[in-house]
């Protein structure tokens, strides 16, 4: 199979324990970087997609996340496997028709998040998040929601039985925090309602059940 990543929207927000499962399933991985190159593959070269985060808003004017959103759209009608996180699943949901917005609150660092659904089976009720936003997305009408934090209500999405998005993040490996906080260190400090720094957010242990987790939505969402 081949699963196409659309990273970097930022250089430092890399795909982590996903390139993991990609690997551990024999799985071929091409990763585009569309901002700074202008290339996506087309829905014939994708038999799955992945949408990875970025400082950028779905709502601004580069005509790259429209081309994005068009992709997302055709795979979407051909039932492929779609996973976004953070700025990928807000494309997810702009691509539907719904709307991305202010969240009531800015979350910069580690959080618990609930499942408040048990379509997937097999997920612990209370998980250790990476987050990194302040934008929330709306649940298009078809999807169910899997994920909530104590401050967003909507942190994660399961549409139909093929796409999931998620607001935070499972995916960073250790390495992965360390350059996300690193180069992204004035962010935590700015209306965080986490309130925690970069040095904290590198000092904090990624769970381990996190990847075991982050390999379960993924064999969900390709089964």
């Given at each position: 199979?081949?699963?196409?990543?659309?990273?970097?929207h930022t250089?430092?927000?890399?795909?982590?324990?996903?390139?993991?499962?990609?690997?551990?399933n024999?799985?071929?991985?091409?990763?585009?970087?569309p901002?700074?190159?202008?290339?996506?593959?087309?829905?014939?070269?994708?038999?799955?997609l992945?949408v990875?985060?970025?400082?950028?808003?779905?709502?601004?004017?580069?005509?790259?996340?429209e081309?994005?959103?068009?992709?997302?759209?055709?795979?979407?009608?051909?039932?492929?496997?779609?996973?976004?996180?953070?700025?990928?699943?807000?494309?997810?949901?702009?691509?539907?028709?719904?709307?991305?917005?202010?969240?009531?609150?800015?979350?910069?660092?580690?959080?618990?998040?609930?499942?408040?659904?048990?379509?997937?089976?097999?997920?612990?009720?209370?998980?250790?998040?990476l987050h990194?936003h302040?934008?929330?997305?709306?649940?298009?009408?078809?999807?169910?929601?899997?994920?909530?934090?104590d401050?967003?209500?909507?942190?994660?999405?399961?549409?139909?039985?093929?796409?999931?998005?998620?607001?935070?993040h499972?995916?960073p490996?250790k390495d992965?925090?360390?350059?996300?906080?690193?180069?992204?260190?004035?962010?935590?400090?700015?209306?965080?309602?986490?309130?925690?720094?970069?040095?904290?957010?590198?000092?904090?242990?990624?769970?381990?059940?996190?990847?075991?987790v982050?390999?379960?939505?993924l064999?969900?969402?390709?089964?």
């Amino acid at each position: 199979m081949r699963v196409n990543i659309l990273q970097q929207h930022t250089s430092n927000e890399g795909p982590g324990s996903i390139r993991d499962w990609i690997h551990a399933n024999n799985n071929e991985m091409y990763v585009y970087h569309p901002d700074q190159f202008g290339n996506l593959p087309t829905a014939a070269e994708t038999d799955m997609l992945v949408v990875l985060g970025g400082p950028m808003s779905p709502n601004d004017d580069f005509p790259w996340l429209e081309e994005e959103r068009e992709l997302i759209r055709t795979l979407i009608d051909e039932r492929k496997p779609i996973f976004g996180a953070c700025l990928g699943a807000q494309q997810i949901v702009k691509a539907l028709g719904y709307q991305v917005s202010q969240a009531p609150h800015k979350e910069v660092g580690w959080a618990p998040v609930y499942r408040q659904n048990d379509a997937i089976p097999g997920i612990p009720e209370k998980l250790t998040a990476l987050h990194w936003h302040q934008d929330m997305f709306e649940i298009p009408d078809d999807a169910k929601l899997l994920f909530s934090s104590d401050l967003n209500e909507n942190q994660g999405f399961l549409y139909h039985d093929n796409v999931i998005g998620l607001q935070f993040h499972f995916e960073p490996m250790k390495d992965n925090v360390r350059e996300i906080a690193i180069n992204d260190n004035q962010y935590p400090l700015e209306n965080n309602d986490l309130h925690q720094t970069a040095a904290e957010i590198i000092n904090h242990d990624v769970p381990a059940e996190n990847k075991q987790v982050m390999f379960k939505l993924l064999n969900y969402i390709t089964k």
